[in-house]
């Protein structure tokens, strides 16, 4: 049986970071306690609506926002929520973002304590002064705590969430903040070029002229080193922007990849089940408003046909590096990738940037560095 996952959305961050386009909410902590209940509503919910379509959760995953802004006995609660609403199959992932600053010894202790056995630092930099260009609230060495604290709590499985191509920022500082990060043992790396969202101040910044990014080779060499620092240290690239030590893979996100099914919970999350993708209303006081309601959350329910899909499956699967099996695609679409795409996949082999291995369709190096260009051909 495929894995299927749960997402729980909290969207309340402390500080709005000048970068970020997702959907999140500063200082709207009076509505913390509404939110959560809306949760509870839409657990239950869910849990009577779609139970011919549930099957036991494999991952779960509290993200943002910064979810670690509610106290850990209410993120414990709403964990145990989900774990009597759906049943969990053994040895299930549980993870949740944390951000430095937001968490102290105790609150990881508790998150351990209830359940949650994977932790996602959003650590982003190991320099002061990138931290505070970024307007992230926490500092390097609240960074570091966080890590050796979530240790001392018993987390075995940790991730950094690392970006790269800031402002200023050269070769040396990147390497040095990944000889940090590496020097904290991570199990999981997440690794993010910056990129400039419209609408954001950094896209202000950016057209007044006073964001200076580093030039495309800079930022080439940035991965280039990336790869082989993070090779060295055995954490294999097994995703655009993922890198982990054998076997601490991340299961929900992998999921995502191979377009499996998952309930997402909260404003904004998005389901996939049932060849339906749905997505939840995108406000959380709107949100709340319709569930004490009773009201439907999904302003959008999309059915995905035969070809869409398929076609989705092969964009996702290409993001890791593995690639997406050509059989596994034929059994489950009846469709074949090969007549199917056709020229466009003959001259993207041609060109190298795509490569058949051992029955599976993946990008070669070449092909990761244009992941954007070569998905747009095959969507
Ligand atoms: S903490 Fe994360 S979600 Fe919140 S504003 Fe910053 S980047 Fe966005």
Known sequence: MSDFGLYLHIPFCLKKCPYCSFYSLEGRMDLVERYVQAINTQLRFCAEAYRNHLRPMTSIFFGGGT???????????????????FSCADEAEISIEVNPATVDRSDLAVLRQAGFNRLSIGVQSLQDAELRQLGRPHTVADAVDTVRWARTAGFENINLDLMYGLSGQGIQTWKTTLEHALELQPTHLSIYELTIEAGTPFARMEEQGTLFL??????????????????????????????????????????????????????????????????????AEQFCAR?????????????????????????????????????????HFDLNAE?????????????????????RLQLTAQGFLLANTVMAELV
Request: glycine share 8%; aromatic share 8%.
């Open 339 to 359: 007549s199917y795409y056709s020229d466009t996949l003959h001259r993207l082999i041609r060109q190298g940037m795509v490569r058949i291995v051992q029955g």
């Open 67 to 85: 979810p670690t802004l509610l106290p850990a006995a209410a993120l414990s609660r709403l964990l145990s929520k989900c774990l009597e609403r």
């Open 291 to 331: 569930l004490e309601k009773g009201q439907e959350v999904w302003m959008e329910k999309e059915k995905l046909d035969r070809e869409a899909a398929f076609r989705e499956t092969v964009i996702m699967g290409l993001r890791m590096t593995a690639g997406v099996s050509l059989a596994a695609l034929t059994d």
């Open 214 to 283: 580093p030039d495309e080779d800079t930022v080439l060499l940035m991965l280039e080193e990336t790869q082989q620092l993070l090779m060295q240290a055995g954490l294999q690239r097994y995703e655009i922007s993922n890198y982990a030590q054998p076997g601490y893979q991340c299961r929900h996100n992998i999921n995502y990849w191979q377009n499996g099914e998952y309930l997402g919970l909260g404003a904004g999350a998005v389901a996939f089940f049932n060849k339906t993708r749905f997505t939840a209303i995108a406000n």
